[in-house]
T-cell receptor, first 114, second 113 residues
Framework: KAGVTQTPRYLIKTRGQQVTLSCSPI?????VSWYQQTPGQGLQFLFEYFSETQRNKGNFPGRFSGRQFSNSRSEMNVSTLELGDSALYLC?????????????FGPGTRLTVL | QQQVKQSPQSLIVQKGGISIINCAYE??????FPWYQQFPGKGPALLIAIRPDVSEKKEGRFTISFNKSAKQFSLHIMDSQPGDSATYFCAASRGGGADGLTFGKGTHLIIQP
C-alpha cells in the first residue's frame, strides 16, 4: 500500500505571497491532519479534516487554512507569507474509525520564505 | 504552555546499550501516547504507542513504560544499534488519538559503534 504523498517536496516563496500544499492520504484513510515542524517550536498541530469537514484546529492564525476533497486528498493554504512560516509542513493520514487513531506521516513539504 | 516535556534533548549510547527517553505530560485528558522516529529528510514514523490502561508495552527491542499517577512515560530501546540513530518524539492526544497530536520537543539519539 502506498504511503502518504505530499507535493511539492520543496518550495521557495517570498514574503507576502501565498502557497498551496497538497497531500494524498493512504488509500482507505479518510482523516488528514497537518503539522508544522520548525527547529524552535518543534511539531505543532495545524488542523484535521475528515469527510471534507475541519474537525479539529490548532492554535495558528487564520492565514493558515485547508480543505479536503471527496477523495480524501487535502490541501493547505498559507496566505500573506511571513519569514517565520519557513518550516517543514507534514501531512498525516489515519483511519479514524479505528482505535487508537494511528497517524501516518508523509515526507513533508519544505517551505522556505525569503 | 508546553503540554508534553521530553528529555533529554540529545543522547549518546554505545552500541548494544539501552537508550532511555522520558516524557511528562500535564493534561490528564490525554489517553493516547505514541512515539515517533524521524530520520533526516523523512517524515516521522510511528514506532509504538500505548493507552493509559496498561503500564508497559513491548514491541521487539522497543518498550514503552507508562506511569499514570506520575503523568510520565518513557521509551526504552534495548540492544541499541547504529541504525537507531535518529530523532525520537513522544506525543499525546485525547480521544484515543482523534484529536491532534501534541508533541515533545524531540531527542536526538546517536548510537556509537
Amino acid at each position: 500500500k502506498a504511503g502518504v504523498t505530499q507535493t511539492p517536496r520543496y518550495l521557495i516563496k517570498t514574503r507576502g505571497q501565498q502557497v498551496t500544499l497538497s497531500c494524498s492520504p493512504i488509500s482507505g484513510h479518510r482523516s488528514v491532519s497537518w503539522y508544522q515542524q520548525t527547529p524552535g517550536q518543534g511539531l505543532q498541530f495545524l488542523f484535521e479534516y475528515f469527510s471534507e469537514t475541519q474537525r479539529n484546529k490548532g492554535n495558528f492564525p487564520g492565514r493558515f487554512s485547508g480543505r479536503q476533497f471527496s477523495n480524501s486528498r487535502s490541501e493547505m493554504n498559507v496566505s500573506t507569507l511571513e519569514l517565520g512560516d519557513s518550516a517543514l509542513y507534514l501531512c498525516a493520514s489515519s483511519f479514524p474509525e479505528g482505535r487508537p487513531n494511528e497517524q501516518f506521516f508523509g515526507p513533508g513539504t519544505r517551505l522556505t520564505v525569503l | 504552555q508546553q503540554q508534553v516535556k521530553q528529555s533529554p534533548q540529545s543522547l549518546i549510547v554505545q552500541k548494544g546499550g539501552i537508550s532511555i527517553i522520558n516524557c511528562a505530560y500535564e493534561n490528564t485528558a490525554f489517553d493516547y501516547f505514541p512515539w515517533y522516529q524521524q530520520f533526516p529528510g523523512k517524515g516521522p514514523a510511528l514506532l509504538i504507542a500505548i493507552r493509559p490502561d496498561v503500564s508497559e508495552k513491548k514491541e521487539g527491542r522497543f518498550t514503552i513504560s507508562f506511569n499514570k499517577s506520575a503523568k510520565q512515560f518513557s521509551l526504552h530501546i534495548m540492544d541499541s544499534q547504529p541504525g537507531d540513530s535518529a530523532t525520537y518524539f513522544c506525543a499525546a492526544s485525547r480521544g484515543g488519538g482523534a484529536d491532534g497530536l501534541t508533541f515533545g520537543k524531540g531527542t536526538h539519539l546517536i548510537i556509537q559503534p
